[in-house]
């Protein structure tokens, strides 16, 4: 019996101690796919991979979406 509450109780203090990625409901981006902008197309196929309203080809920084 205090097998079972020892084990119990180590149970109890990790499950404290998961880490949890910072955006837990996304997968992880797999490499070359990143979404910089989050709109589900992966910047290497995006036209506006900032989401600023200027396409990549007309934004001196397509990856900042402060600047044009």
């Given at each position: 019996m205090k097998t079972l509450i020892a084990l119990l109780a180590a149970?109890?203090?990790?499950?404290?101690?998961v880490a949890v990625p910072y955006d837990s409901g996304r997968p992880p981006p797999r490499a070359g796919?990143?979404?910089?902008?989050?709109d589900g197309v992966?910047?290497?196929?995006?036209?506006?991979?900032?989401?600023?309203?200027v396409p990549n080809r007309y934004d001196r920084r397509p990856d900042n979406p402060y600047r044009y």
């Open positions: 149970c109890a203090a990790l499950a404290g101690c796919y990143a979404d910089r902008d989050r992966p910047n290497r196929y995006d036209r506006d991979r900032d989401n600023d309203g």
